[in-house]
């Protein structure tokens, strides 16, 4: 597997989304005095330590919101840092249009050479424009994430693919 890294400029959609109390279901060792306990031990019948008929059982745990943008929006919008998020981004997804236009560019930094000029008033004009036309999938981000924790913001992100 290789990890394609990419750039890109221009608006997009942050959404604060932290990771919430949740429950995983793993295939564990149900003895509490051996060291197996708890942990994933799946495609195995019985503990290869002490013996016991593996069981399927819900721990708690953290994770983040399940929502998959492919099939929640039709595949128009596109998830920026799903592999890797920058620091200070970990609560954080980037939504960016997956249409022709709005203006957005996507290039990769080991081969292609790219100058991006703008300035206050084209970069207001590209983030309304994301707004506009994007209108029916920032309104379905708002319903699931809290219309406080959705933006509209314009900027440069490195993300890994
Ligand atoms: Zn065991």
């Known amino acids: ?12 959609v942050k959404v604060y989304s932290p990771d919430s109390p949740s429950t ?40 983040p919101l399940s929502f998959d ?6 595949a128009t919008m596109a998830e920026l840092m799903t592999e890797t998020k920058p620091k200070g981004l970990k609560d ?9 236009g709005p203006p957005g560019l996507h290039f990769n930094p080991h081969c292609d050479t790219y ?5 206050g008033p084209a970069i207001i004009s590209q983030m309304q424009q994301l707004e506009t036309m994007y209108m029916s999938e920032i309104a379905h981000l708002k319903e699931v994430f809290g219309k406080e924790n959705v933006q509209i913001k314009w900027g440069v992100v490195g993300y890994a693919r």
């Open 1 to 12: 597997m290789s990890i394609d890294y990419k750039c890109y400029v221009g608006p997009y």
């Open 24 to 63: 995983k279901e793993i295939e564990t060792c149900p003895n509490p005095s051996c060291s197996k306990h708890q942990k994933y031990m799946g495609h195995q019948k019985c503990c290869d330590e002490c013996g016991t008929k593996i069981v399927t059982v819900k721990l708690p745990t953290m994770a």
């Open 69 to 74: 943008v492919f099939t929640e929006t039709d």
């Open 92 to 100: 954080f997804r980037l939504f960016v249009g997956n249409r022709c």
């Open 115 to 119: 100058a991006v000029e703008t300035n």
